[in-house]
């Protein structure tokens, strides 16, 4: 079944590609339900970190540390930056970010969470790990409820994660909201 969500003042269908292939007992093949998760990071975590065809300093939070294409740091990289005068294509931002959130974060969460994911949800946690870092699904109480099988107050742990610099920032509480109405979706 089918439900539209809000993602950034756009409605987006979230389910439909998935009944498409889903097989006669109701389960998903593996290769769509791996397709689809990525399709839904991509487009959620580069539409709130935003494009950067340069690489900046990021004022926002603690660190101020050097960003460039959706999001990524030196955390991203093993530490390596790019010069401040480097460009990038968005075709090269969006294929190392598709590769960051299928190499380093989907196996982060994967080794936490224990239970299966429907790829609405583990969108919604590969993005918020993308943001937070693993440690912040993982070592709390996103990670203890889902694996508890209490998928609301696992996914609604998601919005305790909205500050930065001590403050709450509207942005990272839309991004919120938006991974939690994902991550709370019925599968």
Request: hydrophobic share 45%; with cysteine; charged share 15%.
């Amino acid at each position: 079944m089918s439900r539209t969500v809000n993602v950034f003042g756009y409605p987006m269908t979230v389910g439909f590609p998935l009944n498409l292939v889903r097989r006669p007992d109701g389960t998903i093949h593996p290769a769509a339900r791996g397709a689809a998760w990525v399709a839904l990071a991509v487009t959620l975590v580069a539409g709130f970190e935003g494009f950067a065809s340069k690489p900046y300093v990021d004022r926002v939070g603690t660190g101020h540390p050097i960003t460039w294409c959706d999001g990524e740091t030196a955390a991203d990289t093993h530490g390596k930056v790019p010069p401040l005068n480097a460009v990038f294509t968005k075709a090269e931002c969006t294929a190392e970010l598709q590769d960051k959130l299928t190499t380093v974060y989907d196996p982060a969460i994967r080794k936490c969470i224990h239970v299966t994911l429907p790829p609405h949800r583990e969108a919604a946690l590969v993005s918020a790990a993308y943001n937070l870092g693993p440690a912040a699904i993982c070592n709390g109480a996103i990670a203890r409820n889902l694996n508890a099988g209490n998928v609301a107050a696992g996914c609604n742990a998601l919005l305790a994660y909205n500050h930065a610099g001590g403050r709450v920032v509207a942005g990272l509480t839309a991004r919120r909201e938006q991974e939690r109405a994902l991550c709370l979706m019925d599968n």
